[in-house]
């Protein structure tokens, strides 16, 4: 089955619905995928600031973080840009070491640095992304002396009151607020002390397996393949994020092949596709889910806890 013959993922506020036509359109090219979402909400692109579920799925593209969830079991942390971690025998410390050849979109090398670096930036700045972090007892003041770079390739994080250090993992896993960015990109962007928040709100500098090409507020995103990706190039060259609002025509435009992934779809036009014999339904109960375009034969839908 060609790349373009895939599922159909359908995105609600409490499950997502996946659907395969029988017979796909063959207007759009193989190696790019096209998104119908509502994109009201989409304020900024600046990790530390996200609100709301439609931005996390274009984050989660444009940057990585120490680690990640299993996809196929959610319960289960898998390294990503940390290969390997351990938790003191006081459970006080977590270290974390991090694999050797992520780069940037810049070619800058991701590093401890910018991990902690970022996680400093977070609680500076206060924003949406910072309240999980703050009740587990990190402040502005403390960050920096709790959250260090032991040299270029290890992460401290020291607990600041008593916590499940497993619970601190997940939520690095799951939340996004933990994307390292890349500190010396976003610096050279900085404006009046903002650490580069003004930039980065319809920028990106991340290490994931897309960067940003465009985007033009309530109309389209557009991101492409991050070609050199530390972890092997994703297998679609494009994906297309198209600002739409009426159920009806998403519904619509899944059932032509129009486009691949459709968010926000009222029940009655999910029912209306379930009655459709060429569509495919399959049901994922989870807040949201998260495309990750590079596996190498397929796209996985990666899922995750909303931040």
């Known amino acids: 089955m060609k790349a373009r013959a895939i599922i159909r ?21 193989d190696d790019q995928l096209i998104v119908g ?5 989409m304020l900024s692109l600046d990790p530390a600031a996200m609100t709301g579920n439609e931005v996390v799925g ?19 942390v898998l390294p990503s840009l940390a290969k390997s971690w351990e938790i003191s025998p006081d459970n006080n410390l977590i270290t974390f070491h991090l694999v050797d050849n992520a780069k940037f979109h810049s070619g800058n090398p991701v590093t401890a640095h910018d991990f902690a670096w970022s996680m400093k930036r977070l609680l500076t700045l206060n924003m949406a992304q910072a309240n999980t972090w703050k009740s587990y007892g990190f402040t502005a ?11 270029d390739k290890t992460v401290e994080i020291e607990l600041p009151k008593p916590n499940d250090p497993k619970l601190v993992i997940y939520s690095l896993a799951t ?23 003004g930039w980065l709100t319809t920028n990106e500098a991340g290490s994931g397996p897309f960067k940003l090409d465009v985007w033009q507020a309530k ?22 994020f198209r600002h739409m ?27 209306a596709l379930k009655a459709n ?9 989870r807040r949201h889910a998260l495309l990750r375009c590079h596996e190498p034969e397929k796209r996985r839908i990666r899922q995750a806890e909303s931040a």
């Open 37 to 41: 979402m509502n994109m009201n909400n």
């Open 277 to 285: 014999p060429d569509v495919k339904v399959e049901e994922v109960k």
């Open 245 to 271: 609002t009426e159920s009806q025509t998403l519904r619509l435009m899944i059932e032509k092949g129009d486009i691949d992934v459709a968010t926000g779809m009222s029940v009655p036009d999910i029912n």
């Open 175 to 197: 939340l996004r607020s933990g994307s390292v960015l890349d500190s010396k990109t976003v610096m050279k962007h900085e404006k009046n002390g903002d650490w580069g928040n």
């Open 219 to 240: 109309d389209v995103l557009r991101v492409n393949r991050a070609d050199g990706y530390w972890r092997g190039d994703a297998k679609m060259r494009r994906v297309i």
């Open 9 to 29: 993922t359908l995105l609600l506020s409490c499950f997502c619905m996946a659907a395969t036509p029988a017979l796909l359109s063959a207007k759009m090219p």
């Open 58 to 76: 274009i984050i989660v593209n444009l940057y990585d973080s120490l680690v990640e969830l299993d996809p196929e079991n959610l319960s289960r």
């Open 141 to 151: 003041e403390n960050v920096e002396k709790l959250i260090r770079a032991k040299d």
